[in-house]
């Protein structure tokens, strides 16, 4: 299994490389921790074992130019549009949310939870699966007591009948307890019937949860060990973006596209935040690509941006930015209520940078 997961990143890399290669930006490669394969124009340099990759210089352009291809197709208006063209969609194991581009370089920011899963909702799962395996196993017993009664009854009639073939025939009594066999024989038939069309149905409920469990799983296991996820630009285009490194502190991730030059949203001053602020939340809700949506931001809480800006799932890892076009925040959960929307929140740039300072 693992040789496949590291074939299948050596594939996705190498797609990445056609697409993104550039004549003065020489490609690394090196061996992770886990022994999984990491391509990139900015090797770390405390990683021993890195190697050149020769040949692998297109012409003579430079950088795959992406922030001058988007400007070109989407003439930005005002500076959120501009901002836009810096968002991306971002695919996982476990599904789609939202990242945007934090230097020229490639790197992108987005939640860790986009790619490897809300470890809460994750307990969540797990404490529901725990409550239909039990209840599972509660039906498993009770098919098994009502089979055991069903074997039990056709006995007594298996009794019934030989003794019945032990009466004369035409005799009274034997007239009176064919009567009652048969009509004993029409109940356990249909007892019977019952039974197996419940357990059938039973079965395939029980085989459909089976197989979407195991679907589950596999997802969370396939995503805990990714280091390669599809980016979608503005234009629709695809690349592979790899993982540099997920925040133990914070819900975030960074990731980077090497050898193109990007869009990418500036961050705002910290001193510049405060109540009632304007600001946008852009990204892909609901798999509905490249929205956004306007609201202030109503309050700062635990040391999260609260804004009334709507947020679905799909835009996490988005950026939150403000009327200029810097990003304020990076859009991460949404808290429910019930009568009206709900709150959205959002992790402050600052702990973005403060958290991958060194990379950027």
């Known amino acids: 299994m693992q040789y496949k997961i590291i074939q299948a990143l050596l594939l996705a890399a190498f797609c990445l490389l056609a697409i993104c290669m550039a004549a003065d930006a020489e490609i690394y490669k090196y061996q992770d921790a886990n022994g999984n394969w990491v391509f990139t124009d900015s090797p770390p340099q405390e990683v021993k074992g890195i190697e050149k990759m020769d040949n692998m210089i297109a012409g003579a352009d430079g950088l795959t130019d992406i922030a001058a291809k988007l400007h070109a197709a989407f003439p930005p208006e005002n500076e959120i549009l501009r901002a836009s063209l810096a968002a991306v969609s971002i695919s996982s194991p476990i599904g789609t949310g ?3 581009f934090i230097s020229a370089k ?6 860790r939870h986009v790619l490897m899963g809300d470890e809460r909702q994750q307990e969540a799962v797990a404490e529901r699966f725990e409550t239909v395996d039990s209840h599972i196993t509660q039906a498993d017993q009770q098919i098994e007591m009502e089979e055991n009664r069903l074997a039990s009854a056709r006995e007594d009639l298996d009794q019934m009948k030989r003794y019945l073939e032990g009466l004369p025939r035409g005799s009274a009594r034997r007239n009176e307890l064919e009567n009652r066999y048969q009509r004993d024989l029409d109940y356990v038939r249909a007892w019977e019937d019952r039974h197996q069309r419940a357990k059938e149905q039973y079965l395939q409920h029980k085989d459909k949860y089976a197989s979407e469990k195991s679907e589950y799983r596999s997802k969370i296991a396939t995503a805990g060990i990714s280091r390669s996820f599809k980016i979608t630009l503005k234009d629709g285009t695809e690349l592979d973006a790899f993982l540099v490194r997920t925040s133990t ?4 991730a960074l990731l980077k596209v090497s050898g193109c030059q990007t869009p990418y949203l500036r961050p705002a001053a910290s001193g510049g935040l405060f109540q ?23 309050g700062f809480r635990d040391g999260f941006l609260q804004t009334d800006a709507r947020i679905y799932p799909g835009n996490s890892g988005g950026p939150l930015v403000a009327a200029d076009g810097r990003v304020v925040g990076v859009n991460t959960m949404k808290e429910l209520t019930r009568g009206f929307e709900g709150l959205g929140f959002a992790i402050p740039i600052q702990a973005v940078l403060n958290e991958f300072g060194d990379e950027l």
Do not use: E, Q, R, W
């Open 98 to 100: 939202s990242g945007f």
């Open 106 to 111: 490639g790197h992108i920011i987005t939640n």
């Open 249 to 252: 502190s914070h819900d975030l």
């Open 276 to 298: 009632g602020i304007d600001v946008y939340a852009i990204g892909n809700p609901m798999n509905l690509k490249d929205s956004m949506s306007k609201g202030i931001i109503s």
